[in-house]
């Protein structure tokens, strides 16, 4: 994870390429994306996907 202050293209949020912009605790931060993971969801895990899944669609 990077941070930067007011750098060349200044502050941005979101994802450009294989970076994401964001802004934690007042601090301007860059990172890569995540890597998709194979591993099996645990029961909690699959509960909580299956709640979030509901709300994004509702």
Known sequence: ?????????????????????ASCRGKEILRSLPKKSNRIATPEQALHRMKFTAVISF
């Not at 994870?1 to 912009?21: D, L, Q, R």
């Open 1 to 21: 994870m990077g941070t930067y202050n007011k750098g060349i293209i200044g502050a941005f949020s979101g994802k450009v390429g294989p970076v994401v912009g």
